[in-house]
C-alpha cells in the first residue's frame, strides 16, 4: 500500500535527526513512518485517506546506498534537500470548540471554528490554544498528523454539566467542566489536561490499552506523560527545568495542594485538610490493589509516570526527543492492548534500543527509570 | 454528628439506614464520599422505598470509549448491614440512580457536622 522507496531503518534515521537543515526532511520520513506504521496496524480506513495527505509522496524516491552514506553522517547534504524540496505543506489542525451552556447535552453549540477570532470566554479561548498545542507536540516533535494520524478533526466541549469537577474524553471529543469554584476552578487552565485529553484519542487510535488495572494505569500514564511534554514543548523547557506536575493550577486557592499528580514524585501534589493527601504510589512495592477508578487507573499510573520522569530527566535535554519519543515508539509499535507493566517496560526498553541502540544513554535511562520504581529487575531487561 | 435518639436498642450507635456514595476516578482521580443516614421511620421509609425500586441486578450500560469520567459506587445499609451495593459508570448515572446521588449528596453537603464527607465548605 504505502511505497516508500527508503527502506524503514533509514526512515527512522532521518526521523531522529536533529539537525536544523534537516527538519523537514525528519518531520516528511516520520510522516512516512507513520503511514507505515498505520498500514501495519491493518486499520480499515488506511487507504483512501493516506492517500489524500500523501504521505508517500514526500518521501524522496532515490538510491539507497547514497542516500544511506548521506544520512548516517546526520549532516545534511542531498537527501535533506531533495526531502525539503518535495515536502507537502505542514498539516494544521482543525479545531472546533462546543459550549454546553452548563448543561450535560453534548456536543453544544459551536462557539469557535478554526482560524476565527478569539471569543471574549477565557475557557474556549485555553480549549482552541491547548488544542493547538497539542497538535503541535504530536506533529513537530514526532511528525503525527492529529490524533489518528490522517488529520481528525479536534473537537472539544466546554461548560459542561453544573459545577462539573472534571474533564473526559468521550471516544470523539473532550469534554471541560467548569469546577465547583470551591475545589477546582475550570480544567481548561492548565494545558497539560488537554494534552491529557487529547491523548486518549491517540491511544485509541493506536494501541488502544484497556482501561482497567494495569493496562488502563499505563493510558493513564501514556496521557500524562504528553501532558507533561505539551506543557514542556510550549515552555522550551528540558526535563531538568519541568515542573512534572499534571493540572498545575486547577486546584483553588483553598486547597493545599500545587497539583493533581506529581510526575516526579507521585504522592506529593497535595495535602489537604478535606481532600487528604495525594494516593498515587511511587514504586510497585506501593502498588494499590483496588476495584475504585477501574483498579485504580489514575493512581497506579503514578508509578510509570515516575519511571519516565527519571529517564528523561537522566537523559537530560528536551524530554520529548528522547524518553517521550520511546513513549510514542512503543504504543505506536506492536503492543498488546491488555500489557501489563512488566510487559510494556520490556517493550519500551527495546523501542528505546530500536531507535537509540542498545548502549544509549536514551536506553540505559529507560531500563533504570522502570529498575528504580521496581517495575522490571536487575537482568530482567535484556 | 447528631446522635440518634436511643430507639434500636442492641445497635443504637449506626443509623437506621445509611446511604454512603463513594465516587472515584474522573480526571483527578480523587475518592469522594458522600453519606446520608436517616432515623426516623418515615426518611426510613423514603429511603428505602426509592432504594428498593432501582434496579440493583441489571447490568448497568457499559462506555467502553469514555475515559477519565467517574465511577459512583452506592451502598446502602440498614443498621450498618448492606442491603443494596452497585458500582455504576457515570454513563449509566441516570434517571433513579442519578436522583439517589442527587439527595446523598444534598443531605450531606447541607449537613456540614457529618464529618463523613468532604464537601465544600458553604
Ligand atoms: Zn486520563
Excluded: C
Excluded at chain 1, 523547557?237 to 495542594?257: D, K, N
Amino acid at each position: 500500500m504505502i511505497h516508500s522507496i527508503v527502506p524503514p531503518y533509514l526512515l527512522e534515521k532521518i526521523a531522529q535527526t536533529d539537525d536544523g537543515r534537516m527538519v523537514r526532511a525528519a518531520r516528511s520520513a516520520r510522516r512516512a513512518l507513520l503511514a507505515r506504521d498505520s498500514v501495519l496496524d491493518a486499520r480499515a480506513t488506511a487507504g483512501a485517506e493516506a492517500n489524500r495527505t500523501g504521505p508517500d509522496s514526500e518521501v524522496p524516491h532515490g538510491g539507497s546506498p547514497s542516500v544511506a552514506a548521506t544520512v548516517k553522517r546526520r549532516d545534511g547534504g542531498t537527501l535533506a534537500e531533495s526531502a525539503a524540496g518535495a515536502v507537502a505543506a505542514t498539516p494544521t489542525p482543525s479545531r472546533t470548540i462546543f459550549d454546553a451552556h452548563n448543561t450535560e447535552q453534548l456536543p453544544g453549540t459551536r462557539v469557535r471554528t478554526e482560524g476565527s477570532d478569539a471569543t471574549s470566554d477565557v475557557t474556549v479561548t485555553e480549549a482552541y490554544d491547548g488544542l493547538g498545542a497539542t497538535f503541535e507536540l504530536y506533529e513537530r516533535a514526532f511528525g503525527r498528523n492529529s490524533i489518528d494520524g490522517k488529520g481528525l478533526p479536534l473537537l472539544a466541549t466546554v461548560h459542561y454539566g453544573k459545577d462539573y469537577d472534571n474533564a473526559y474524553w468521550d471516544g470523539q471529543r473532550m469534554v471541560f467542566g467548569d469546577g465547583d469554584g470551591e475545589i477546582f476552578g475550570r480544567f481548561t487552565a492548565s494545558v497539560s489536561v488537554i494534552g491529557h485529553e487529547l491523548s486518549h484519542g491517540v491511544t485509541q487510535f493506536t494501541a488502544g490499552l484497556e482501561y482497567q488495572g494495569q493496562s488502563g494505569a499505563l493510558n493513564e500514564s501514556y496521557s500524562d506523560v504528553m501532558g507533561a511534554l505539551v506543557e514542556q514543548f510550549q515552555k522550551k523547557q528540558s526535563a531538568g527545568e519541568a515542573s512534572w506536575l499534571i493540572g498545575e493550577g486547577l486546584f483553588t486557592a483553598a486547597v493545599q495542594g500545587k497539583a493533581l499528580r506529581s510526575m516526579i514524585s507521585p504522592g506529593t501534589a497535595y495535602d489537604d485538610d478535606m481532600l487528604g493527601k495525594d494516593p498515587q504510589p511511587a514504586d510497585m512495592a506501593h502498588y494499590v490493589d483496588t476495584t475504585d477508578d477501574n483498579g485504580g487507573v489514575h493512581l497506579n499510573s503514578g508509578i510509570p509516570n515516575r519511571a519516565f520522569a527519571l529517564a528523561a530527566i537522566e537523559i537530560g535535554g528536551f524530554a520529548w526527543e528522547t524518553a517521550g519519543q520511546v513513549w510514542y515508539d512503543t504504543i505506536t509499535g506492536p503492543l498488546a492492548s491488555d500489557v501489563d507493566f512488566a510487559t510494556f517496560a520490556r517493550a519500551k526498553v527495546a523501542a528505546a534500543t530500536a531507535r537509540f541502540g542498545s548502549g544509549s544513554a536514551e536506553t540505559k535511562a529507560v531500563r533504570a527509570g522502570w529498575l528504580k520504581v521496581g517495575v522490571l529487575e536487575d537482568g530482567a531487561a535484556g | 454528628m447528631e446522635q440518634p435518639a436511643d430507639t434500636s436498642g442492641l445497635r443504637d450507635a449506626s443509623p437506621q439506614v445509611a446511604v454512603t456514595v463513594v465516587r472515584t476516578g474522573g480526571f483527578a482521580g480523587l475518592k469522594r464520599t458522600w453519606e446520608a443516614t436517616a432515623d426516623d421511620p418515615s426518611t426510613v421509609g423514603v429511603w428505602l422505598g426509592f432504594a428498593d425500586s432501582l434496579p440493583w441486578g441489571a447490568t448497568p450500560r457499559e462506555d467502553p470509549r469514555s475515559v477519565d469520567r467517574f465511577v459512583y459506587r452506592i451502598v446502602i445499609a440498614v443498621h450498618s448491614e448492606v442491603r443494596h451495593e452497585k458500582t455504576l459508570p457515570e454513563s449509566a448515572l441516570t434517571g433513579g440512580w442519578r436522583d439517589l446521588v442527587d439527595r446523598v449528596q444534598q443531605q450531606a453537603d447541607g449537613d456540614a457536622g457529618s464529618g463523613q464527607s468532604p464537601a465544600p465548605p458553604h
